[in-house]
């Protein structure tokens, strides 16, 4: 029995949902919700058995779990086209991953030589903003503004991006918050 979506995932549908459509669909969700309740208050020996069910969690969550599966997908696709030369080419010319995303697929990379190319693109990139980020702040507070160039000019927000993930994504995944 599902308890609804985790919090994240319920603002989420909250903040594309209508009022009405909500006052249509949650009150089932509300009805399981106070036949759980009025069971856990009949008998202390299940309490911990039950309420594991009752608050939503992303343990809990169908949008956390189907995420989950499908960004496993993708990581053992992606780590299968690293694989071949071309994959490797392919991924040289890209931005990478985040490091959230690099701590994902790094279990799944049985070669170390795999290993070791994605460690040090990931350390390539981040130098790389890290220079791009210096002169751009440089140029910004000399008279030459003129200069400043299209990756020095967004290198910190492709380094945040890279070091956090994007701002829409980020999620605390694995944790659920006790209050």
Avoid at 59 to 83: K, P, Q, W
Avoid at 106 to 112: F, G, K, S
């Amino acid at each position: 029995m599902e308890g609804g979506f985790c919090p994240l995932h319920t603002w989420q549908l909250l903040s594309v949902s209508s009022s009405q459509g909500l006052s249509i669909g949650y009150p089932r969700l509300l009805d399981r919700l106070c036949e759980r309740l009025n069971r856990l208050s009949k008998g202390p020996d299940k309490v911990a058995e039950l309420w594991q069910h009752v608050a939503p969690r992303s343990g809990n969550c169908r949008v956390c779990r189907i995420l989950h599966e499908t960004e496993d997908v993708c990581i053992r696709t992606l780590v299968e086209h690293l694989a071949s030369a071309e994959g490797k080419a392919a991924y040289a010319r890209s931005q990478g991953l985040c490091l959230q995303h690099l701590r994902a697929v790094l279990p799944h990379v049985q070669a170390r030589e795999l290993a070791v190319f994605l460690l040090r693109e990931a350390a390539r990139h981040f130098e790389e903003w890290s220079e791009e980020m210096q002169n751009y702040a440089m140029k910004r507070d000399a008279i030459r503004r003129h200069l400043v160039n299209r990756d020095e000019n967004d290198a910190y927000l492709r380094a945040i991006v890279h070091l956090v993930g994007e701002r829409g994504v980020c999620t605390p995944w694995d944790t659920d918050v006790e209050i």
